[in-house]
């Protein structure tokens, strides 16, 4: 990929203000731009875009194809005149920095199922040509996830596998009696997509149009629970009951004894080959109509997998099996040109996975927090950066610069803790009192390094602590809610990124 320098902020659409409990592609989304834009920023960097799944987490999600409808704005359907001034006239209270998604998630879908209602009696601009013509173009991916959540809301909420046979197994009369009993919620679900596609290609116009890029997120693997196993199976080493046979996870290592135990069903990468990997490329193909950058998450996995039995509870037992390689980056090369991938190679990497990013010429990426556990030679040290990188002051999965500095003490061990107050210290030139300001100098060593790309949580903008942490790896619940208050980012947030952007050479090509 070609890498031009620049910087950005990574925040999920979730994390905007806004009034209806859980932020969206409406206004907020827009003010963030204009301040991205005028900040110098030329990326905005998110977490996958799609519906959440278990535990609300955009990680384990039904689709790989779908946006998420919890993102849509209701002031743009208020706009568009599919909701009444009426519909928003009663609108609970909701927490300002945190999402609470068993009451927002009820508000948003009554609304939603409002604007479909209203779209049925023909109020609103839309048409009923636009919506076909959308349902014709992506028809490949859409009549399943449509149906899938369908059903699965028939069914009481409960995983495909549990469902009667005859609908688990896509039995055709089974699947046609069904599309003919629940029509109009499938069209509902179609719907959905429609206004999402509307709403995200005026948003991410708006951010191009300033000079700012959507760098998007693809994990490796999807959720055993999707309508992507549930509509093919046969690309997944499932049982005759569709429950996968072995699972994704990494090994044990420093931070684990048992390793990590993802449970997501693994790719039967030998069937995809044989069609020349036609599933990988409608995959890739649709994220990149929506970002004009993709992370790929768990890039090691497509040198070499971790496989673990399904039946064992830990990732202990497990094995490494030889991934596609460039087998697949060459055929989506071949067929969707030059791909713009950053690759997650965080963790132990291989020679193996490093030839393949070389091969192809994918950045990696750096977390300035992972830099303390060796000495100067530490490759996430900001002097030791090289230019095709993607570096970090933290991601989503870590704390807050500022909640790691103030808690390294009792998370770290003492050698660690040692070298980080020391580096700190002397290469960021604190001074006096420059604790208090740790966030803005570790954001000043990424932004100042030769890495091409400089990315930074907003939380870590705002000097936010752990408290705002968006994601606890193996915590099973209460991640992805953080959100920031209206007020909160400031005209002196955006003047000293820009000043930074431009002391070290990133200002966005759309900053005056």
């Known amino acids: 990929m070609q890498l031009k320098r620049e910087s950005g902020i990574l925040l999920h659409v979730t994390s905007l203000p806004s009034p209806y409990g859980i932020g969206d592609l409406g206004p907020s989304a827009y003010e963030f731009a204009d301040f991205l834009a005028g900040a110098g920023q030329g990326l905005w960097q998110m977490l996958p875009v799609v519906p959440a799944g278990h535990g609300y987490s955009p990680y384990s999600s039904p689709s790989t194809f779908a946006g998420s409808p919890m993102l849509l704005s209701p002031d743009l359907l208020l706009k568009e005149g599919l909701l009444s001034s009426e519909d928003l006239g009663s609108v609970p209270t909701f927490p300002l920095e945190w999402v609470d998604f068993q009451k927002a998630i009820p508000f948003k879908q009554d609304l939603l199922m409002r604007a479909f209602a209203a779209f049925e009696a023909g109020r609103g601009a839309i048409t009923r040509a636009e919506f076909d013509a959308f349902r014709e173009k992506h028809a490949a991916w859409l009549a399943d996830y449509a149906l899938f959540e369908t059903l699965k809301e028939a069914n009481g909420g409960v995983e495909w596998t549990e469902w009667p046979k005859a609908l688990a197994g896509r039995q055709a009369k089974a699947m046609a009696a069904a599309r003919a009993e629940h029509a109009r919620a499938i069209e509902m679900q179609e719907f959905w997509q429609f206004l999402f596609a509307r709403q995200w290609s005026a948003l991410k116009t708006y951010c191009n149009e300033r000079g700012v890029r959507i760098f998007g997120d693809l994990p490796i693997y999807v959720a055993q629970d999707s309508a992507d196993v549930w509509a093919e199976p046969h690309l997944f080493h499932l049982d005759k009951a569709g429950r996968a046979k072995v699972v994704a996870g990494v090994p044990p290592d420093y931070f684990s004894e048992t390793g990590q135990r993802w449970g997501n069903p693994i790719y039967r990468w030998d069937v995809m080959r044989k069609n020349d990997y036609a599933w990988w490329r409608r995959r890739m193909a649709r994220i990149l109509e929506l970002v004009d950058v993709v992370r790929l998450d768990h890039f090691r ?31 989506l090369t071949r067929q969707l040109g030059e791909l713009p991938v950053v690759a997650e190679n965080l963790g132990v990497i291989t020679e193996g996975v490093t030839n393949l990013m070389a091969r192809f010429g994918y950045p990696g990426m750096a977390i300035f927090q992972f830099a303390f556990d060796t000495d100067a030679t530490n490759e996430f040290l900001p002097h030791n950066y090289v230019p095709s990188l993607a570096a970090y002051t933290g991601t989503h999965d870590n704390d807050t610069f500022v909640g790691w500095w ?40 990424v932004m100042g390094s030769v890495a091409a790309l400089a990315v930074f949580p907003l939380q870590d903008v705002l000097g936010y602590g752990a408290d705002a942490r968006m994601n606890v790896p193996g915590k099973s619940s209460g991640n992805w809610g953080w959100r920031f208050a209206p007020g909160v980012l400031r005209a002196e947030h955006g003047q000293r990124l820009r000043y930074l952007a431009r002391v070290y050479g990133r200002l966005s090509d759309g900053a005056a």
């Open 301 to 331: 996995g497509f040198e070499a997998y971790w496989e673990v039995p399904a039946s064992e509870p830990t990732a202990v037992k497990g094995r490494w099996v030889k991934g596609p390689g460039e087998d697949l980056f060459e055929s």
């Open 406 to 445: 103030t808690d390294t003490q009792t998370t770290l061990d003492a050698e660690v803790v040692a070298r980080a107050k020391s580096y700190c210290r002397e290469y960021l030139q604190l001074g006096h009192h420059g604790e208090r300001e740790i966030h803005w100098h570790a954001i000043r060593a």
